[in-house]
């Protein structure tokens, strides 16, 4: 992933964990839990990392005010100015469809290479969601295994579970798994 060079980071308490936060001049560009895999860590952690913001950056202060009303409950949907040019054209285009499932709802890793013209393409798009560098904001743990069974997610199981429940998610209907909700 390829940054902008004056992104700037924060950290932020949450119900689910302590977070890393990014913002490049363009909008907020990470989301990272602790410790969460594909976490740019030499960029969040060491000599070489982004500087911390002062405490009243507007994008990364708004982006902590709206993900701790979100996981108490009291914001439907996040309104923060985005930046994910980091990303390849694919990738990107698998986060901008992320951002069309609406909250309580969930789809495939399939469904979602078949809604971006190309069906075949179920492993890349796996890859490109784990890769999201906007966790929660851009709800990669929308999607689940093709059975509707909890599958990867970056930031760990036990949080997909808990975003999920967070949002009343009703998992998709196949032929073995009928349709209901989440818990």
């Known amino acids: 992933m390829q940054f902008h060079p004056l992104t700037v980071q924060a950290r932020a308490d949450t119900p689910l964990g302590s977070v890393r936060l990014a913002a490049s001049p363009t909008g907020l ?25 002062p405490g009243n950056h507007p994008v990364l202060q708004e982006a902590a005010r709206q993900l701790q009303q979100y996981l108490d409950g009291q914001r439907p949907h ?23 499932i609406a909250r309580g709802q969930t789809t495939s890793y399939g469904a979602l290479g078949r809604q971006l013209g190309n069906p075949s393409a179920v492993r890349a798009v796996g890859a490109a969601v784990g890769r999201n560098p906007v966790s929660v904001v851009v709800p990669c743990h929308r999607v689940l295994g093709t059975d509707g069974s909890l ?19 009703t998992l998709f ?9 989440f818990a």
Request: glycine share 12%.
């Open 173 to 181: 209907a196949t032929p073995t798994h009928p349709m209901k909700a």
């Open 29 to 53: 560009s990470g989301v990272w839990f602790e410790g969460q895999r594909h976490e740019p860590t030499a960029q969040l952690h060491g000599p070489g990392a982004w500087a911390f913001a």
């Open 151 to 169: 599958t990867g997610y970056a930031g760990g199981l036990d949080r997909k579970r808990a975003l999920l429940t967070l949002e009343n998610a």
């Open 78 to 100: 996040f309104d923060l100015p985005l930046d994910l040019s980091g990303g390849t054209a694919f990738q990107q285009s698998v986060w901008h469809a992320l951002l069309q």
